[in-house]
């Protein structure tokens, strides 16, 4: 599936699971230590794999590399991210949006 219509708007199916995990690794990227970060980076590179591997198995779904790339690039991404810059980026923003006792 080369694009996916995302209201009236053609999107690459690439961009939409680098997308994806981008912004899930992000999340639990900031959300765990740095030891964690590296778990959590594994159990979704493996989920991007075992999805891709479930939909081979489908009739009327089907294997794409590209997508697993896609997966693992935006896993990757997010882990270089959540490792330098953005370390910790939930519990700062948690401390902004809560009033001081």
């Known amino acids: 599936m080369p694009s996916v219509p995302v209201a009236g708007i053609s999107i690459s199916d690439k961009l939409l699971h680098f997308i994806e995990f981008f912004v899930v690794m992000t999340w639990f990227g900031g959300l765990y230590d740095r030891s964690g970060q590296w778990l959590a980076a594994l159990a979704l590179a493996l989920l991007g794999i075992a999805i891709e591997l479930a939909q081979g ?19 990757l991404a997010a882990l270089i991210l959540v490792r330098s810059w953005w370390y910790r980026w939930p519990q ?3 401390q902004r949006l809560t009033p001081p006792r």
Do not use: P, Y
């Open 57 to 75: 198995l489908q009739v009327h779904r089907s294997f794409d590399l590209g997508d697993i790339a896609a997966n693992l690039f935006g896993v």
């Open 92 to 94: 700062r923003v948690e």
